[in-house]
């Protein structure tokens, strides 16, 4: 299974996301505007990234069925 790329993309996708929550989490801790409105973006990227992971997932189950 870790060779097939498929599954390498959706662990990779799993993993951007979690990485860019956890930046946004501990931007948004530190305080401030400037850190507020960085926080915002970043969260906003996650949702994207949330996005792409979940229609990853979702092919991958769909082929490998």
Avoid: H, Y
């Amino acid at each position: 299974m870790f060779s097939d790329p498929l599954f390498i993309l959706v662990v990779l996708a799993c993993g951007v996301v979690a990485a860019i929550l956890i930046f946004g989490i501990t931007t948004f801790g530190k305080g401030g505007i400037e850190n507020g409105k960085r926080s915002n973006k970043l969260m906003r990227w996650r949702i994207i990234a949330q996005f792409v992971a979940v229609l990853a997932i979702l092919l991958f189950v769909l082929i490998r069925r």
